[in-house]
């Protein structure tokens, strides 16, 4: 299993030279990965930066016999221009030496709170999401693009109906492995707890059991790209994805066969600080189940120097 640091790009991370300064850090302290998440908005007052300018940075400012590997986790596709997103993780391939990581996702809709300019329903954001896939599969590689909407997809606002593009040059070398998020969906936090009954590391019953309203269709598209990304909804940095609903993930994702070599399963949670949620012996259980990273994440509203003395301890390794 590889280890790698999961951060916020807000609050007091929300500026390229606080991010690029925390890769460093993971570089020098034996991480795998950085990856931080994409948002445009969190709330009033608060400080974020953009994804791809701080990842260009992080790019340049670490080498490729370090951090193996950078990413977004996870960009909504669906309200962003497919062909925007090439062009940019084109360059970012470049700049990080083929280290980049495309993670993607249908994102949460407060995010855009501010503004009507995107798919209103979680069924037009999926939809939206499987063609900006199919398009930046198609921007990738360096041939030009002829494509139309498959005819039985609804016809929904803001979706791209069709597109003839020249190519789009240099194509990304090597291709970015793509990553899709998918959801283990809980309604009530204290239904979760008497479901599990047990600590993230063994006993309890089969959380991911008592989930309601469970969405199988990001983890069927998550099938068909290179890594999948659970996590559990409603998102709380102290409530990770446990044990039990990481083998719920796999089996949605692939429920007839094992994953196919080379596919990475990610999981996200936090071993360090004085109420962290995942005890360091529950990392074995995960591996167990599958998972091939582990992306150690920083307290939301913790400092940057809190947050860097917690990345120079180094990755839990066994």
């Not at 269709?217 to 709380?236: I, Q, T, Y």
Request: aromatic share 8%; with cysteine; proline share 11%.
């Amino acid at each position: 299993m590889k280890y790698g640091i999961y951060v916020p790009n807000c609050w007091e991370y929300g500026s390229v030279t606080a991010l690029t300064r925390l890769a460093r850090d993971a570089e020098q302290a034996g991480w795998d990965g950085f990856f931080i998440w994409d948002h445009l908005f969190v709330a009033d007052d608060i400080s974020v930066v953009d994804p791809q300018i701080a990842l260009a940075s992080i790019a340049a400012a670490t080498a490729a016999d370090g951090l193996r590997h950078i990413g977004a986790l996870v960009t909504p596709l669906a309200r962003r221009r497919p062909w925007k997103v090439a062009r940019e993780t084109a360059a970012l391939q470049e700049l990080s030496q083929g280290r980049l990581v495309v993670g993607v996702g249908l994102g949460r809709p407060p995010e855009y709170d501010f503004s009507t300019w995107e798919p209103s329903t979680s069924a037009e954001r999926a939809a939206a999401l499987d063609d900006g896939l199919e398009l930046l599969k198609l921007f990738w590689e360096g041939k030009p693009v002829h494509w139309r909407q498959p005819p039985d997809n609804q016809p929904a606002s803001l979706r791209t109906m069709e597109v003839d593009a020249p190519a789009f040059l240099p194509a990304p070398s090597p291709t970015p492995p793509i990553w899709v998020a998918g959801a283990i969906q809980y309604d009530d936090p204290d239904a979760e707890r008497a479901a599990t009954g047990a600590s993230a590391g063994g006993g309890g019953r089969r959380s991911a059991e008592r989930s309601v309203r469970q969405p199988r269709r990001p983890f069927r598209r998550a099938a068909s790209h290179d890594g999948l990304f659970p996590v559990r909804m409603p998102w709380d940095n102290a409530r990770p994805l446990s044990p039990q609903d990481l083998s719920r993930a796999v089996r949605l994702t692939f429920p007839s066969q094992p994953p196919p070599p080379g596919y990475d399963i990610v999981v996200t949670g936090r071993t360090r600080g004085a109420d962290a949620p995942v005890p360091l012996g529950a990392l074995d259980a995960y591996e167990e189940r599958g998972a091939t990273w582990w992306l150690e994440a920083l307290p939301d509203l913790a400092t940057l120097d809190e947050a860097r003395a917690m990345v120079a301890a180094g990755p839990p390794r066994p």
